[in-house]
């Protein structure tokens, strides 16, 4: 006896076909995603859904200026986004606290770089996490509370940072 079934023998389930950009894509697809976050596959947004907000969403999105329904934001450019910016955060801790105290002082030429440096990453680090929570906002993602107190977090570090850069160069 064989251990496949005889699909002939097998009652059919009635199914709804998924969508062909479902069927494709190797993650579910619930109500809440607007496309496939996988590149290449599923390229078509799927229309976005109605959301209602807190009075807390729509003071944020006041006051980060997020205009209703912007063109081409979905929670996978806000994941896009988010992921680039903790790069960028995490490259700026890097050279502080690894490469400038290891290499420069070995080198022994680049004095007085590591503060300059230091503010221009960091504060090109603080305009993009602003830009990834607004992002999250804007895709109304259902995380966004979660990534905007881990950005503000890493936001408050930097400027810790950026401050200890400014007395370095000024004090």
Same mark, same amino acid.
């Given at each position: 006896?064989?251990?496949?079934?005889?699909?002939?023998?097998?009652?059919?389930?009635?199914?709804?076909?998924?969508?062909?950009?479902?069927?494709?894509?190797?993650?579910?697809?619930?109500?809440?995603?607007?496309?496939?976050?996988?590149?290449?596959?599923? &390229?078509?947004?799927?229309?976005? %859904?109605?959301?209602?907000?807190?009075?807390?969403?729509?003071?944020?999105?006041?006051?980060? %200026?997020?205009?209703?329904?912007?063109?081409?934001?979905?929670?996978?450019?806000?994941?896009?986004?988010?992921?680039?910016?903790?790069?960028?955060?995490? &490259?700026?801790?890097?050279? &502080?606290?690894?490469?400038?105290?290891?290499?420069?002082?070995?080198?022994?030429?680049?004095?007085?770089?590591?503060?300059?440096?230091?503010?221009?990453?960091?504060?090109?680090?603080?305009?993009?996490?602003?830009?990834?929570?607004?992002?999250?906002?804007?895709?109304?993602?259902?995380?966004?509370?979660?990534?905007?107190?881990?950005?503000?977090?890493?936001? &408050?570090?930097?400027?810790?940072?950026?401050?200890?850069?400014?007395?370095?160069?000024?004090?």
């Amino acid at each position: 006896m064989s251990t496949v079934e005889d699909p002939q023998a097998v009652p059919a389930v009635a199914t709804t076909a998924p969508a062909a950009d479902e069927a494709r894509c190797p993650f579910p697809h619930g109500a809440d995603a607007e496309s496939c976050p996988v590149p290449g596959v599923g &390229t078509g947004a799927r229309p976005r %859904r109605q959301v209602e907000r807190s009075k807390a969403d729509l003071f944020v999105w006041r006051l980060l %200026r997020i205009r209703e329904k912007p063109e081409g934001v979905s929670e996978a450019a806000a994941n896009k986004a988010f992921q680039k910016s903790m790069l960028i955060s995490a &490259t700026r801790c890097t050279l &502080t606290y690894v490469v400038f105290p290891i290499v420069i002082p070995l080198l022994g030429i680049l004095k007085g770089v590591e503060a300059p440096l230091g503010i221009a990453i960091g504060s090109f680090a603080i305009v993009c996490d602003v830009f990834t929570i607004r992002r999250f906002f804007a895709a109304d993602h259902k995380y966004r509370w979660w990534f905007s107190a881990i950005a503000l977090s890493i936001i &408050t570090l930097l400027f810790i940072l950026l401050a200890e850069d400014i007395v370095a160069l000024f004090g």
